[in-house]
C-alpha cells in the first residue's frame, strides 16, 4: 500500500471516530430527553435541558479542535503536512 | 502595506474594539445630560453603518483572487469572527432568544443543529475544498465532476437556497432601520439594502471579510452586555451561564402554580397577529425525539451545504488553518447561542415572578397599563394584554409578546439604561448586514465566476470580469429588497427553509465528490437537480394539505430531499461509467494537504 492509501486510511478513521461522537452529542442523547430530563446535572440544570443550552455546543467546540490537531498529527506522520511558507 | 496591514490585525481591532466601547460611554453620558432616546438610536445605528462602509471603502481591490476569496491569507481567529458573524443572522440575534421563550425544548432543536453542523464542516468539507483552490462553491462541483450542465445546476441550487436566505435578512435589516432611524418600513430595507452593498460592492470578499469581523464585534457586545448586566440586576448571579438552575426551577414552580389555560378561539381572535402567550413549559422535554432529532439533523446538514459559510473557508492560507478556523467560527458562534436560553430565562422570570418588581402577572390591568415599558411595546404591537375572564387581574394566558420583544424589550423592563437599547439596535443590524453581505457576494459570484466566466466568456479580462461581479451584486441585491418590502414570510420561517434546500440539493454532491471516487458527472447532476425537485415537491405538497409522511414537516423536507438526492446519486453513478483517471487523481490530490491546489491562484 502507498503512503497516500496509508494516509487516507487513517484519515478515514479519524473521521468515523469524529461522527460517531458527534453523533452522540447531536442525535444519541435526545433519543433519551423526556428520561435524562428528570436527572438533575451540572450547575444544577435538568441534564437534557443543560445539553441543549451548552454541553451539545461545547462538545461540538471542543471536538473539532480536538480533530484538527489528530488530523494535523496524521499528516505530519506521512510527511503530507504544508510548508509554513506555503 | 499588504503584509503590514495582516500582520497589524489585532492592534487595529483592538482600537476599533476600544473606540466602540468609548462610543457607547460617549452615547451613556450623553444620554445623562439629556439626550433623547431617539437621537441615541439613530446615532447608534448610523455610526457603526459608518465605519462598516468605511472598511468597505479602504478594501476596494481589483484583483479577482482579493474580490473572489480576500487573498487568501486571512488568519485562522479573525476568519473564524467572520465566519461567527456571517453565520448568526438577524433572526439568531433578535428572534431566537424569543423561539426559545415561547417553544423551549422544541426549539432548541436549532440550537443544537446549527451548532453541530460545524462538525461536519471541518471533518467532511472545508479542508479538502481549500485544498482545491476554488473560487466559489459551484466552482468545485464544476471541477469535480466536469461540464457546464453540473456547474450550472450547482448555481442554480445556491441561487434558491441563498436567495430564500437573503431576503429574510434583508427585512431584518428593514426592521430595524425602520424602528432605529423612525421611517417607514419600505424606505427602510432600501436603507438597509445601501448599508450592505458599501460593505461588498469595492472589495468583494475582502470588503465583506474585514466588515464581517467589525460587525461580529459590534454584535457580540450588543449581545452579550445586556444578558450579563440584566443577570446582576435581578440578583441571578455574576455568571448567568452557571448560575440560573434556580431561575429555571422557579419557572417551572411558577407555571404549576398559575397553570397553562387554554384560550377559546373566539378570544385569541382579538390578539393581534405575530403576537404569542406561554403556553409551553420552560425546561420539559416537550418534543417527541424524532421532532428534536429531524430538525436537528437537517439543520445541521444545511449548515455544511450553505455556500456562504463554505466559502468563508477558502480565505484561510492553508488547509491547515481552514480547519482550526472551522472552530473558532463554532466558538464565537457559541459565545452568543449558549447566551440566548439564558436571556429567555431572565425575561421570562422577571415578567411573571409575582416577587420581583418587574413581574407584570398578577397585578391588576390598570396597573400593568400605567408601566411606561408596557405602553411603549403595545404601540410598537409587540405586547398585548386582554382580561378574557373579567377578573380584573392578569393572568398568564391572558399576557401576550412578539418573539423580537425577549431581545428587544428586556433590558428595557429590566431598567437598563436607554444606551442599551441603542446597542441592541446595533447588534441587530451589525447580524443582519454581515449576514446578508455574505449571501449576495455568494450568488453574486457564483454567477459572475462559474455562469459569465466559465460557461459564458471565458476569455473576459479581469476588469470586465470583476465589473460583471459587482453589476450582478447590485442587482441580486435590488431583487431581494424588493421582495423583502412585500413582507411574504416571516423572518425565522424562510431561514429555515433555505437550510433546508441547500442540503437538499448539495449536501451529497459535495461530501460525495471528496468521499466517494467513483461519484461521477451523471450521478452528480442527478443528485442535485432530483434532491432539489424532490424537496421543493414535497414543501408545496406539505403547504397545500399534504399530510407529509414519516414525520417530515415543512421545517425539514430537506431530509426527504437529500434521501433523494443520495439514492440517485448512487444509482445513476453505478450504472454510468467511471470517472475518468484525471479526475480520480485529482480526487487523490485533494486528499493530500501539501502541495499545489488544484485550481491555479488566480482562474
Known sequence: ?86 | MKGNFIDNLPKIYGIYTGGFVGFIIIMAIAEQMGMTAKTIGIAFVAFTVFIYALIGYLSRTAQADAYYVAGRQVPTVFNGMATAADWMSGASFVAMAGGIYFKGYGYMALLVGWTGGYVLVASLLAPYLRKFGCYTVPDFIGTRYGGNLARFSAVVVLTVASFTYVTAQINATGTIASVALDIPFQYAVYVGLISILLCSMLGGMRGVTWTQVAQYIVLIIAYLLPVFWISNKMGAGFFPHFMLADEVARIGELEQQFGFVKNAAADLKSVPKGLAGITKAHSAVNATPWAFISLALAMMMGTASLPHVMMRYFTTPSVKAARKSVGWSLFFIFLLYSSAPMLATLSKLSLIDPNLPTGIIGKTFAEVEAIDWYQNWNQANLMFISDFNGNGTLELNEFFMGGKAVVLATPEIAGLPYVISGLVAAGGMAAAMSTADGLILAIANAISHDVYYKIIDPKAETAKRLLVARVLLVIIGFAGATIAAMEIQGILGSVIWAFDFAMSGLFFPLVLGVWWKRANRQGAIAGMLGGLIAGAWYLVWVRTGGSGFLGITQLTFGIFGSAVSLVLMVIVSLMTAEPDKATQKMVDDVRVPSGKSILGKSH
Open chain 1, 1 to 86: 500500500m502507498s503512503n497516500q492509501q496509508k494516509h487516507w486510511e487513517k484519515t478515514r478513521g479519524l473521521l468515523f471516530i469524529t461522527l460517531a461522537i458527534w453523533f452522540v452529542f447531536s442525535i444519541g442523547i435526545f433519543l433519551f430527553g423526556a428520561e435524562m430530563n428528570e436527572v438533575t446535572g451540572p450547575f444544577g440544570y435538568p441534564w437534557t435541558y443543560w445539553f441543549t443550552c451548552q454541553g451539545s455546543l461545547g462538545a461540538f467546540v471542543i471536538l473539532i479542535f480536538w480533530f484538527a490537531n489528530r488530523q494535523e498529527k496524521i499528516d505530519e506522520e506521512f510527511g503530507f503536512s504544508e510548508r509554513e511558507d506555503e
